[in-house]
């Protein structure tokens, strides 16, 4: 049997591999996407509107099984019992780091990755960012700055779909906004007591998401049932299976 040939392999396909895989085919490049995870299957394992009634721990888990098998994983603030099975075993998959430097290793091995699991908030690093290595006189300078990268924000946020309200603020670059949320009733007497108390100085902006607020490429809009964590079956999320 003859050998097939890629013109380009993409080792997995989370939200870094997932976009590389779609830029490269939709260039016309043949496209191999190795993934060491298992397929994700949308209509049975994306349970945002199962009760905590129907789960056998209420949503709160085994303790016991999180313990041994992802005492790392629940430590990200996400994990319950409806979305634990997106987050690895870490004793099947340990990992080592140094003795003075520890980290937490949040992972998902699954097609997708952590597009599954990220929690959607989307902002653009401004310049003051981009220079604050160079202000600071700490590590190097980055070679780019916002008015370099401003156009691939526009590129991707027009693909993947970001809500926000456009604010004006150099220390927070507007983007290709869907419409914005509403905020709660809280929300907004909350914003209207910071713009009296501090006019022109702070203010309150609703989250900048990566989250649906109409249809958009195909995808449906968010119905805000809540509890994205748990999947989104509607695919209102943006997500590399999405």
Partial sequence: MPTKVYDAIVVGSGITGGWAAKE???????????????????????????????????????????????????????????????????????????????????????????SIM????????????????????IAIDWPIRYQDIAPWYDYVEDFIGVTGQAE??????????LPPMEMTCAEVVVKDAIAKSFPGERKMTIGRAAVLTKRHRGRAACHYCGPCSRGCITRSYFSSAA
């Fill in 24 to 114: 490269l085919s939709e260039k016309g490049l043949e496209t191999l996407v190795l993934e060491a995870g298992r397929p994700i299957n949308p209509d049975s394992e994306y349970v945002e509107h199962v009760p905590a009634w129907e789960k056998r721990f209420r949503g709160l888990g085994d303790r016991k099984r999180f313990d041994e098998d992802q005492p790392i994983q629940q430590t990200c603030s996400g994990v319950d019992e409806w979305n634990c099975k997106f987050f690895v075993n870490d004793r099947e998959n340990p990992y080592t780091t140094d003795p003075d430097k520890p980290f937490l290793w949040i992972r998902g091995r699954h097609v997708g990755g952590r």
């Fill in 118 to 137: 990220w929690g959607r908030q989307s902002y653009r690093w401004s310049d003051l960012d981009f220079e604050a290595n160079q202000r600071e006189g």
């Fill in 168 to 177: 004006g603020l150099p220390q927070l670059p507007d983007g290709k906004f």
